[in-house]
């Protein structure tokens, strides 16, 4: 007898009513309606259902597959993975070291390299003006956490952050504004991997938003002239163009900004796998085998960071809130820069492929071509929306570059 109540006193029911530990009660069931999102909404299901299942594992108590004393502070204690202390690392610990060591970001961008075509840029240069118009949520909103978070939550705000400084959760909370996971994740995890759960949960939600959240926006902004814009077919693009583009940008871009080089290497290097036409087994296997793979540790270790600590508090709804203001205004500096080129070109523009200088590819191109369909059944903006959408991938990853050159340490 003595046996069955320390086994019943050990188990995660009996450890509920310990403390603050009802409130894994409520992750488990925020857990459980990401799952539900993911399978029955179909929001984003590849990386919301992992994310969503790795937030169920770290909630789960006793279970102890996840301890955040060991990457306490920002920084991995690798003295305390030999499990000699007090904690023995779990499973998610050693899966989660791939995301702090910024491993798992990159390869997925191998991956989506290898699937991205970047023709539509290379044919029409102009829209990479519109990809670089749509990273205006991501500095704005950083500005706008660094004014309006003191405010909303007043004094507390140095006891919410711990160790985290305000200006480096403002520059995690922008990047959400591009519209790109795994840049979100490699930004968070550097500059406040306390917040890693929120803004991820955040960005992929989001981003599984997209039809619902641009096209009032895009509507909003533009006349039904300016969405009747008909566009003229895009030029060939040679394969010799395809297989220069991306070394030039490797170049160009990591002597730009060498903090974006391990994102925009790795997208560059997908990309020339494909385009280069003499590496077919390892495109395949890195659009496919690995991305899969990837996919699945990235999204269970970056769930198991949403603890009830960290996710339970004013600052993740004021996150929350915030990102996806800046995912709107990274819609819309796109649509008003496409309108403000309209001054001055002859051929003119469609507002509309501006909105898809956000980097959720190709979602975003969809919408742009949904919206234009609707005033205009003529009307095909698909191919013209890639330009700026893939420009938003290379956006996106050197604005990451940008703010940590600014903010890390």
């Known amino acids: 007898m003595e046996a069955f109540m320390n086994f019943l006193g050990q188990t995660g029911f009996a450890l509920i009513a310990v403390g603050d530990n009802w ?21 984003e299901p590849l990386l919301l259902l992992p994310i969503a299942f790795g937030m169920l594992l770290t909630n789960l108590l006793g279970a102890e597959i996840y301890h955040e004393a060991l990457f306490a502070g920002g920084h991995v204690h690798w003295d305390m993975f030999g499990g000699t202390g007090d904690i023995t690392p779990g499973l998610v610990d050693y899966l989660y070291l791939g995301v702090k060591l910024g491993i798992y970001p990159c390869l997925i961008f191998i991956g989506v390299g290898a699937m991205t075509d970047f023709g539509p840029l290379i044919a029409n240069p102009k829209s990479l003006l519109l990809g670089a118009a749509a990273q205006l949520g991501i500095f704005a909103t950083f500005l706008g956490v660094k004014e309006l978070f003191p405010v909303i939550l007043g004094s507390g705000l140095g006891n919410l952050l711990g160790n985290t400084a305000l200006q480096n959760l403002a520059a995690s909370v922008g990047i959400i504004g591009g519209a790109d996971g795994p840049t979100a994740i490699f930004v968070t995890s550097r500059l406040a991997p306390d917040f890693l759960g929120p803004i991820a949960v955040a960005a992929y939600s989001y981003m599984a938003l997209v039809p619902v959240i641009q096209p009032p926006i895009m509507k909003a902004l533009t006349t039904k002239k300016e969405r009747q814009i008909v566009m003229k077919a895009l030029r060939p693009v040679s394969k010799t163009e395809k297989i220069i583009f991306p070394i030039v940008v490797t170049i160009f871009v990591a002597w730009l900004v060498p903090s974006a080089a391990p994102l925009v290497g790795s997208l560059m290097l997908g990309n020339l796998l494909t385009e280069s036409g003499v590496c077919d087994r390892l495109a395949k296997t890195v659009q496919n085998e690995l991305m899969n793979i990837v996919t699945i540790f990235l999204g269970i270790s970056v769930g198991a960071t949403a603890t009830a600590n960290t996710f339970l508090s004013p600052l993740t709804l004021c996150i929350l809130a915030m990102g996806i203001i800046a995912f709107g205004m990274g819609t819309a500096g796109g649509v008003l820069l496409a309108k ?17 200088g956000v980097s959720a590819v190709p979602m975003a191109a969809r919408v742009s071509q949904k919206v234009g369909q609707e005033e205009n059944p003529k009307n095909f903006l698909l191919m013209h929306a890639m330009g700026p959408n893939v420009a938003g991938v290379i956006g996106s990853a050197t604005a990451a570059g940008v703010l940590l050159a600014l903010f890390s340490r």
């Open 23 to 43: 409130k894994t009660v409520l992750m488990v069931a925020i857990a459980c309606f990401l799952l539900y999102l993911a399978i029955v909404k179909k929001f």
């Open 340 to 356: 403000f080129m309209n001054l001055f070109l002859k051929q003119k523009i469609n507002p509309l492929i501006g909105s898809a």
